[in-house]
């Protein structure tokens, strides 16, 4: 009888055979090396659920739909998957190959200063309105790998032959359910339209019930994969308050808000509002400035970054201008003026409880807007607790963290003249001439 196959020889009892090494949580979704290590430096191991789900299937070629709200992790959901995409090929003058468009300037400047550390070599420009439109032409002329766009300077650009977009091999819309709040579509579809049509597609949107972004995917996203990271975008906030107060004491409930510790955000429906709130602030001596869509483009950076950096404790800020404001650790969200309606109500309070983070949104009720109040957070989907308070009431300060301002007039971040509102021209608004008035109060205080 033959002797039976020789087997492989065993190792040792007192030998280890080491296990494979763990790879790092970012690695496993098929990033780049270099990308994880670039992650590491910046403080990022593990991916947010957005990201888990959302870079392998963007990585390996799909279309995606992906329903995130604000601050949950989408930017890098998208952005980091694209770059890997993008990387290895050199920049063509004037002809990006991969596109972000975004409904605001300012999203579009925070998505690009959010994928520079991992850009590695390649090159990224945003194309957007308050910027000379020279400067981005020159840039775009130079080559640029990643554009990130708002649609109506990009369809400019696109129109005088300083962009083309036959070379984009994927793009990107983000937040597509603003885009088509503020009317941004039919751009948007002419945008896409010069692209190449076997394109990569990507659309994330805190909402996917708008028939009309139902229609985009349709038309653009070809059997795309779909990911939801929460049943409702309200959900990432964690408790909302009715502040019930009476019309007298609303002033001063506002300003203990905002002399609260911590960055603090305050809505107000109109520009002229905003200017009003901030100047009532500013006069107790809160670290207050206003954003609004009445400022110059170079005026609402610094006002941001004032509060990003803590310089800016308490910002007024009007819906439209607020769709740029993507600052970590706002704590506090506060309905100084109740939004128009429920999809306003959902996107003030995504900029609490960023990714993964706690916050609370409150929002100020005098009588005569109880009923209104009541229907608005029941058509947004949220769970309420109303509370009956006065300025100096305990409950207010244990909700908030409000307490009493300073007292005295602080300082604006920059002199007032270049706080003073600039409509736009041409813009026709009824309120322009009422925006000029306030912007002019700040001179004859200090004359004193």
């Known amino acids: 009888m033959p002797d039976p196959a020789p087997r492989h020889p065993q190792p040792p009892e007192s030998a280890t055979t080491p296990a494979p090494a763990a790879r790092p949580p970012f690695a496993r979704l098929g990033l780049p090396v270099l990308t994880v290590q670039a992650l590491r430096r910046e403080g ?164 996917l019930d708008d028939r009309s972004v139902q229609d985009l995917v349709r038309r653009y996203l070809r059997d795309p994969v779909t990911h939801s990271v929460a049943p409702e975008p309200a959900a990432a906030v964690a408790v909302h308050h009715l502040l019930y107060v009476e019309s007298a004491d609303k002033p001063a409930v506002l300003a203990r808000i905002a002399a609260r510790d911590g960055r603090t955000l305050l809505f107000a429906r109109t520009q002229y509002g905003a200017e009003k709130l901030t100047r009532r602030l500013r006069d107790q001596g809160i670290a207050v400035a206003a954003l609004h869509g009445g400022k110059a483009q170079n005026r609402r950076m610094r006002t941001l970054a004032a509060f990003a950096d803590g310089a800016v404790t308490a910002l007024v800020a009007t819906d439209i201008a607020a769709r740029g404001i993507h600052v970590d650790a706002v704590s506090l969200v506060v309905h100084a003026d109740p939004p128009a309606d429920a999809k306003y109500y959902v996107h003030r309070a995504g900029r609490t409880a960023r990714a993964g983070a706690t916050g609370t949104v409150v929002t100020v009720v005098t009588p005569d807007q109880r009923a209104e109040v009541a229907a608005l957070t029941s058509a947004a989907g949220v769970e309420v607790v109303a509370h009956t308070v006065r300025p100096e009431d305990r409950q207010l300060a244990q909700l908030t963290g409000a307490r009493a301002p300073a007292g005295a007039p602080a300082a604006p971040p920059e002199p007032a003249a270049r706080d003073r509102a600039r409509p736009r021209r041409g813009s026709g608004r009824p309120h322009r001439a009422a925006e000029r008035a306030p912007a002019r109060r700040p001179h004859r205080r200090r004359a004193k």
Do not use: N, W, Y
């Open 44 to 207: 990022l191991t593990d991916p947010l659920p957005i990201q888990d789900a959302a870079v392998p299937d963007v990585l390996a070629g799909r279309d995606v739909l992906g329903r995130a709200p604000t601050g949950s992790g989408k930017t890098l959901a998208f952005g980091l998957p694209m770059l890997a995409r993008l990387a290895g090929r050199p920049a063509i003058p004037r002809a990006p190959r991969g596109l972000v468009l975004a409904p605001t300037r300012e999203l579009a400047l925070q998505i690009e200063r959010a994928l520079e550390p991992f850009a590695l070599g390649l090159r990224l420009g945003t194309a957007v309105g308050g910027i000379p439109t020279a400067r981005q032409t020159e840039r775009l002329q130079r080559g640029v790998d990643l554009l990130i766009a708002t649609p109506g300077r990009l369809t400019d650009l696109v129109e005088q032959g300083a962009a083309v977009l036959d070379s984009v091999s994927i793009t990107t819309i983000d937040e597509a359910d603003h885009m088509a709040d503020f009317g941004f579509l039919p751009q948007v579809t002419r945008l896409l339209d010069a692209t190449p049509r076997d394109g990569q597609r990507l659309l994330f949107s805190a909402t």
